[in-house]
């Protein structure tokens, strides 16, 4: 049995669950974004390419996690990390404490911006109407 001060907190526990319930709903919005840009595309192009999207969607993320792993790796460089020090140096500290505190807040507006300009909410029903007489015809 491993002593007790290695076990994880409570309180991170905690934190680590009530982070995967907010993430769940809104990986669930993704997918069903994915869903309608296929209907989309299908009613733009008259080509039915679920699997293609799909695969694409996936390859973007793998692409995405890779570039936001480097660019933290380029970004704990700039503020002076040194993973050999058992002790970071003040600045070091502040600059990962703010990087965590106003990154995800720029994500978000950005995220907010962009889904201002979605305009696909408004026009699917009459993209799925006009794809139901394409398939009876």
């Not at 003040?90 to 950005?110: C, D, H, Q, R, Y």
Request: charged letters at 20%; one cysteine or more; hydrophobic letters at 45%.
């Amino acid at each position: 049995k491993p002593p007790r001060s290695s076990w994880p907190k409570p309180m991170l526990i905690g934190t680590a669950l009530l982070r995967g319930i907010g993430f769940a709903f809104p990986m669930g919005l993704c997918s069903a974004l994915i869903g309608d840009t296929m209907d989309y595309g299908e009613w733009k192009t008259g080509v039915q390419a679920q699997a293609m999207l799909f695969s694409a969607a996936t390859l973007t993320g793998k692409i995405g996690q890779g570039l936001l792993t480097s660019g933290f790796g380029i970004f704990l460089t700039a503020v002076g990390y040194d993973g050999a020090l058992k002790m970071q140096a003040a600045g070091t500290l502040s600059g990962i404490t703010e990087f965590f505190k106003v990154g995800p807040l720029i994500v978000m507006l950005l995220i907010l911006v962009l889904m201002c300009f979605w305009n696909l909410d408004r026009d699917l029903p009459d993209i799925r109407e006009d794809l139901k007489k394409r398939r009876k015809a």
